[in-house]
């Protein structure tokens, strides 16, 4: 006989027969326990932290398989670091004296190219001998005079029958230190360039 008073109905609603086999979820009515909506968030963040730092390791490169090979996308290997050690040379193998022929022919060449054809100006001729000091340090530079500072000069003046003389001191080392010069000149200027090579230690 059914009881179906509220009493009864209480306790059949309290002893439900479980079936066989079949496990009721966590957080479900009647399992006994309960994630909540706190754990759930938190088990998500867990979840979401893990997925970004294994994507950041793979993106640096610094993940390696322990069988050799490489199989996930977007790993690169480390590239070595150059590691450079002391040569304890004090001196070099080429002196600025040895090609001071080669400079001079530079600071020739490089004047006639620009002041062949230029009539004397004072603006002009004050921006070509910025330029041609540029020119010729380039140049130099690539004759690669290890350990030496380049050091350029140029005077460009006006060719008037009249008699100019230049002239240049420097305190340095006369074993290591050297320098070239070059003289050019068309029917209205004359220009003269000078090039230190100065050793640095």
Not at 85 to 101: L, Q
Not at 126 to 155: F, G
Request: glycine share 8%; net charge positive.
């Amino acid at each position: 006989m059914t009881d179906l008073s509220p009493a009864g109905r209480r306790r059949s609603t309290l002893h439900r027969p479980s079936v066989a086999g079949i496990k009721t979820p966590a957080g479900a009515p009647g399992s006994g326990s309960s994630l909540g909506i706190k754990g759930v968030l938190a088990t998500k963040r867990l979840a979401r932290n893990i997925r970004l730092k294994r994507e950041s390791v793979w993106a640096k490169g610094s993940f390696r398989s322990s069988g050799g090979g490489s199989n996930l996308p977007g790993r690169r290997d480390p590239v070595p670091e150059t590691i450079y050690e002391p040569t304890y040379r004090i001196g070099v193998d080429r002196h600025f004296s040895h090609v001071a022929g080669k400079v001079e022919t530079i600071a020739y060449n490089a004047m006639a190219k620009y002041l062949h054809d230029v009539k004397y100006d004072p603006a002009v001729c004050a921006k070509l001998s910025c330029e041609l000091t540029d020119v010729i340090k380039k140049e130099v530079k690539q004759l690669e005079l290890d350990r030496y500072k380049i050091v350029v000069l140029t005077n460009i003046g006006q060719l008037s029958d009249q008699g100019v003389r230049t002239a240049s001191r420097c305190v340095w080392d006369a074993s290591m230190d050297s320098y070239s010069s070059a003289s050019y000149q068309n029917p209205t200027l004359f220009a003269n360039t000078i090039v230190f090579g100065v050793f640095r230690e």
